[in-house]
Structures are given as structure tokens and as C-alpha cells.
């Protein structure tokens, strides 16, 4: 570029030389304000080794079953996933209680019980203050997973992943997860999606739903009312 | 310079379209959810109610597909099955004989249209000189804090029946084979009378907050009975809002605002760019010498 042409014309010379000054500038300020953050702490790596556990798997429950015992552990061999399950009720401000570690899941007693027609709702944390918590990676499941209940008198409530969806908070979809349905089935909820620091939130649920995967059907006849 | 072509322009737009449709399309396809089911899923059952039709077996059909996706054997009359969860589309329900081959032509079938997230009720209803399928479509939710119950009429001595929940009134004059609409019933332990022409039962049954029951008159053994069937059940008081369940130890940290550094980038390449071309732009010829 002759410098001719640069002397005759200069404004557009300055505003080059002020473009260059500019990006020069945002790059360093880009690299800095990116080495302040921190990125999310991706759920990758082997999950620990939970073994299959062994009992033997719930029947569907009938039209007129009577009640099935209480849910006390809850195994996910896919993600990992090993923990005693404790009773949440209510808050005085009618929300879900939840667990006050993040190293238990806990199952919602105003739900119906897992194997009982309807469906059981468990909820645990996906993090601490700190770190990873019980249902850290609970959206890494995938349809046809199965998700294993233990219950009192040894009998194993078994459920198949369907879906594993992410709500925004505002909209939580309280009828597909506390609603009346007319099988057995399981829906495990924990936060997830962008943290706002402000206040201290998530601002989504992800919420897993399942189905009963029930054990030896009641043979070929139907399985009777009376 | 010549003005550009008008199959150039179209070209032009056309890609513009083009790239247009591809960005909306990869931001839909990044805001799906992580995985999930392909369709949705309704519930079917299926019950036998005509007193002196004997033994069948049922019969659920995919509409087109000639292999049976249920087959429940030896039904007799008073069998209500549970709920199975199927795809949302299209059936056939078919009634055989008990023992009947599956080839041979049913005694009775219909169609049913499962929509996503409804349930139904396939029941052989009737006296067996009139016997036919109907579908009783189930409802799959009750007001806040409430029990839905409903009653289905299959007692053919009883032709006429009147049923109560404690003072509440679920059918009043009920006729043979007919089914009411569902009524509201605070949640409890009710007595549930059945009061028939000849003949009266009495059952004591619990109702749930935010479930739905069907109360099954029927003949048995010659005496009016009533069986109290649990439709569906569901949570019985719904919380509020959404868990809180995360702390934020595994969330990102935002670091300094990226935004204004960008910006102003992308300015200085505006004003750079715009500075070089100004720069580097030929004089154009004189049109006219002085």
C-alpha cells in the first residue's frame, strides 16, 4: 500500500488503525474474562460399579390390589446410581420436602408406592455446596434402562426408563409427574440446567419418567378382580 | 460493470433461504429434550360384565397386524384385567369363545382408537342374547384433593340399582349394562351400599384423594356383590412449585461478561474492514477530461 494513498486519504486510514487498536483489545479482554469462569463439571468417566440387585421382581399390580410394602432403596446399575431411600413429606409452604444431604434419594410419601398403580415419586439432588450428588447423573439415562426399588419382605419393584426430559422451573409439569395414571410407574426428579448464583437455584428440573417392568405375569388367564 | 443477472439474484436468495432454514433448525433440534420415547402412550383394559355369557377369550389387536399383541384366555364373567400400556393408534379388540382357535371368526370385535394419554375400558356388556363391546373411556384426573368414582351396572337379577357412598348418591335407578358418569366423593373410608329390587350389599372401601375408582355391580353365585376397582391412582396431595434439589457445586462459574468484549471486536472489524477497502478503492476514470 503506497503511502501515498494513505496520506490522501486519512480518515480512512485512521478508522483502519482504530479497527485494528479495537480487536487487539477485545481479544485480551476475551481471554481474560474466559479464564475467570469455570465450566460445569461434565458427568464423564465410568460410573462406580453398582451390581444388579438380586430379588424377585414385582407382579403388576392388580384393579384391586391391596397395598405393597414401602420403598427402602433405590439402585440405578446404569449411572451408578447406589442409595437407601428416606421418606419426604411436605414443607410448611406445601412444596416437596427434600433430602438434607445430597448423598440420599428420598421417596415422596403423599405418592403412591413404587409397584402400586400410579406413580411413585423419588427425588434426590444432582449436587452439593461441594460436588456431585446422588442423582448427579440422572439425566444420563436412557430409554430401556432399568431402574431397581427394593421393598420390605425382599420383593424388587422394577421399572423401565421411557423418557428423561428438562422443564424450566416456571414451568414444572405437576400433573405428569403427581397426576393420577393408571399403571405402575416411577418418576425420579433432581435440578438441572443453567445455576443462577444469584439465588442460589437451578433453573430446571430434569425429571426421569419409567415404567413397571413387572416380573412372571399372573400366567395366561387374566388377571382377576375377585 | 453489468447489473447482476436475475437468475444470479434468485440463486443468491435462495441460499440465503437456505442457510436460514438450517440455523433454525440445528437451534430446534439442540432445545430437544436429552432422550425420550418416540410417541406417546395410552392404557387399555378389558373386561367381560354379561352374566350369562360364558367364558371368552379376548383378544387386542395393532390395527393391520395379524398377530395378537394380548391375549388373555379363559375370561369369565366378572374379569376385569389391569391397564396395559400401549402405543397411541389404532386396535381391534376380539371376543372368541373360550378355547376357540385363533383363526377361527370372533364372536364379537371392535375398533378402538387409543389417543395419547387417554385410557379405555373394552368390556363385553349385555345379556348374551344382546351382547356387545363397548368402550368406556377412563378419566385420568380428579379435582385438588378429591376422589372420582363411578359405577358400572352388570347385575342382570338386580335389574335396577341404587348406590351410595355413606349419604352421597353415585347412581340413582341404575339399569342393567349401563355405566354412570364419575362423581365427586371427599376422601375416606366409605360404606358403599348397593341397593338392588330383591336384593342389598354392602362393602366398606377406602377412597383416595387424587384417584379414581369404577364400583362393579355383579350377580355372584346367584347374589348381588360389589367389587370397588382402583382405575388409577395418582399423588395424594400435589406439591407446590418445583424441588429444589441442587446446590450448585457442580454448576458453571461465570467469569467476567464476555458480551461487551465482544462487541466491541466486532466493531473494530467493521471499522477496519470499512477503513482498508476506503483505503485500497481505485480512483474511478474521469468521464470527462478536463
Not at chain 1, 490522501?8 to 485512521?14: I, N
Not at chain 2, 397411541?88 to 364372536?107: C, E, H, L, N
Amino acid at each position: 500500500m503506497s503511502p501515498i494513498r494513505l496520506i490522501r486519504r486519512p480518515w480512512a486510514a485512521a478508522a483502519a488503525l482504530l479497527g485494528v487498536v479495537m480487536l487487539c483489545g477485545a481479544a485480551a479482554g476475551l481471554a481474560s474474562a474466559s479464564h475467570t469462569g469455570r465450566p460445569a463439571t461434565p458427568p464423564t468417566g465410568t460410573p462406580p460399579l453398582v451390581p444388579v440387585p438380586k430379588g424377585k421382581w414385582a407382579a403388576a399390580p392388580s384393579p384391586t390390589t391391596t397395598s405393597v410394602p414401602r420403598p427402602t432403596a433405590l439402585d440405578i446399575p446404569a449411572i451408578g446410581v447406589k442409595t437407601r431411600l428416606i421418606r419426604l413429606g411436605l414443607t410448611a409452604a406445601g412444596t416437596l420436602q427434600v433430602p438434607s444431604t445430597a448423598s440420599v434419594a428420598g421417596w415422596y410419601t403423599g405418592s403412591p408406592r413404587p409397584g402400586e398403580t400410579g406413580a411413585a415419586v423419588i427425588a434426590g439432588h444432582i449436587d452439593s455446596y461441594a460436588g456431585p450428588g446422588v442423582f448427579y447423573r440422572l439425566k444420563n439415562l436412557k430409554p430401556g434402562d432399568l431402574v431397581y426399588v427394593q421393598r420390605g419382605r425382599g420383593t424388587l419393584a422394577v421399572f423401565k426408563v421411557t423418557a428423561v426430559r428438562m422443564f424450566p422451573k416456571t414451568r414444572f409439569p405437576t400433573a405428569a409427574v403427581y397426576g393420577p395414571v393408571p399403571d405402575a410407574q416411577l418418576r425420579l426428579v433432581t435440578c438441572g440446567g443453567t445455576f443462577d448464583p444469584a439465588t442460589g437455584h437451578y433453573l430446571s428440573n430434569v425429571i426421569v419418567f419409567a415404567s413397571l417392568r413387572p416380573g412372571l405375569r399372573p400366567s395366561r388367564r387374566a388377571a382377576a378382580a375377585r | 460493470m453489468r447489473a447482476p443477472r436475475p437468475l444470479t439474484r434468485l440463486a443468491a436468495a435462495a441460499a440465503v433461504v437456505a442457510v436460514t432454514a438450517a440455523t433454525i433448525t440445528l437451534g430446534l433440534l439442540s432445545a430437544a429434550p436429552f432422550a425420550s420415547a418416540s410417541t406417546g402412550v395410552g392404557w387399555i383394559r378389558l373386561a367381560h360384565l354379561s352374566p350369562n355369557t360364558p367364558a371368552v377369550d379376548v383378544y387386542l389387536y395393532s390395527f393391520r397386524d395379524p398377530s395378537a399383541k394380548i391375549v388373555l384366555h379363559h375370561v369369565s364373567y366378572g374379569t376385569v384385567s389391569g391397564f396395559e400400556q400401549v402405543p397411541a393408534g389404532d386396535y381391534t379388540v376380539a371376543m372368541r369363545a373360550a378355547g376357540a382357535s385363533p383363526g377361527s371368526k370372533p364372536v364379537l370385535s371392535t375398533a378402538v382408537d387409543v389417543v395419547a394419554g387417554h385410557a379405555y375400558t373394552v368390556a363385553g356388556m349385555g345379556p348374551a342374547s344382546g351382547l356387545r363391546l363397548q368402550i368406556i373411556p377412563d378419566r385420568l384426573s380428579t379435582p385438588p384433593g378429591k376422589a372420582l368414582v363411578r359405577v358400572i351396572q352388570a347385575s342382570l337379577n338386580q335389574d335396577v340399582v341404587t348406590v351410595k357412598a355413606g349419604h352421597a348418591t353415585l347412581a340413582r335407578h341404575l339399569k342393567f349394562a349401563s355405566v354412570t358418569g364419575y362423581r365427586v366423593v371427599k376422601p375416606g373410608t366409605w360404606q358403599i351400599r348397593v341397593v338392588g329390587s330383591s336384593e342389598q350389599a354392602t362393602v366398606s372401601q377406602p377412597l383416595m384423594a387424587g384417584s379414581l375408582y369404577t364400583l362393579v355391580v355383579l350377580d355372584e353365585n346367584g347374589h348381588l356383590a360389589v367389587d370397588c376397582l382402583m382405575d388409577a391412582e395418582g399423588s395424594k396431595v400435589a406439591p407446590m412449585g418445583a424441588p429444589a434439589t441442587g446446590l450448585g457445586g457442580t454448576a458453571a462459574r461465570p467469569g467476567g461478561a464476555l458480551l461487551p468484549w465482544a462487541a466491541i471486536g466486532l466493531t473494530g472489524l467493521l471499522a477496519a474492514g470499512t477503513g482498508l477497502v476506503l483505503v485500497s478503492r481505485r480512483r474511478r476514470p474521469a468521464l470527462h477530461s478536463r
